[in-house]
């Protein structure tokens, strides 16, 4: 996680909050310094999850909604972090297929995720 990409998403987002943009003022906090807001780690799972979930005979596809969402720990900038992804449930509906899947985003070296929710997709035929 870069500070370039904390701030473009602090401009589109209008979330200037000093935690997350001003590197100075935030290592005086618990945090030790800036952290990705919490919506720009969700967003990640947008690129993550297409990673680990493939369907190749769907005719579409789209992000259907969570069920559950938390940011238990930061994601820093500059902190690696990596996206795990399991099927919880695959349930069929009248076009298609509903998959609902878990997710977490790990940070290197942090107790917690910054991230775990649960996803759901639908594909269509």
Same mark, same amino acid.
């Given at each position: ?27 005086? @906090?618990?945090?030790?310094?800036? &952290?990705?807001? !919490?919506?720009?780690? /969700?967003?990640?799972? %947008? #690129? ?7 369907? @190749?005979?769907?005719?579409?596809? &789209?992000?259907? !909604?969570?069920?559950? /969402?938390?940011?238990? %720990? #930061? ?51």
């Amino acid at each position: 996680m870069t500070q370039e990409q904390v701030n473009q998403f602090a401009e589109v987002t209008g979330d200037r909050n000093f935690i997350h943009v001003d590197p100075e003022r935030a290592r005086a @906090t618990s945090f030790g310094g800036t &952290i990705a807001h !919490g919506y720009l780690t /969700l967003s990640l799972l %947008g #690129p993550i999850s297409q990673q680990l979930l493939v369907v @190749t005979d769907a005719s579409t596809s &789209i992000n259907y !909604g969570l069920n559950k /969402l938390r940011f238990p %720990g #930061p994601l820093p900038v500059g902190a690696e972090f990596r996206g795990r992804g399991a099927i919880v449930e695959v349930a069929p509906f009248e076009n298609g297929v509903q998959i609902t899947a878990g997710f977490t985003i790990e940070v290197k070296d942090a107790s917690k995720p910054a991230l775990a929710a649960e996803c759901l997709f639908r594909y269509y035929r």
